[in-house]
């Protein structure tokens, strides 16, 4: 007969997928379960997207800042004040994220 794991402390979710199947033992027909786990995520795997999801985030806000802002100047390749200062260090984090994706992207198409 099938059973069910106990759940370590520090997994939050688990689905299983559970098979039933007819079985005849000497000559009498018995029902036998199979359950296993299909799917896991612990807590630490959360708290990974969780922050991945935050930088996206951060990401596109402050690409839309720089867009938006330069947008607005008249020459936007010239950093004369202190918000075109901040639309310069927004637009060198875009950049690094930018390669960070791409390396990402490459680290997965090896695989």
């Not at 799917?39 to 990974?48: D, E, G």
Request: glycine fraction near 4%; aromatic fraction near 12%; charge should be negative.
């Amino acid at each position: 007969m099938g059973y069910l794991d106990p759940l370590p402390p520090n997994w939050v979710l688990t689905v299983y997928q559970c098979n039933t199947t007819t079985v005849n033992i000497q000559g009498h027909a018995a029902l036998y379960t199979h359950c296993r786990p299909m799917y896991l995520a612990c807590q630490y795997c959360v708290a990974f997207c969780s922050l991945l999801a935050g930088l996206y985030l951060m990401y596109l806000l402050l690409l839309s800042f720089t867009l938006l802002y330069g947008a607005t100047k008249a020459d936007p390749t010239q950093y004369k004040d202190n918000a075109d200062g901040l639309r310069m260090v927004c637009e060198i984090f875009v950049v690094l994220c930018i390669v960070a994706y791409i390396a990402d992207e490459i680290n997965e198409i090896e695989k």
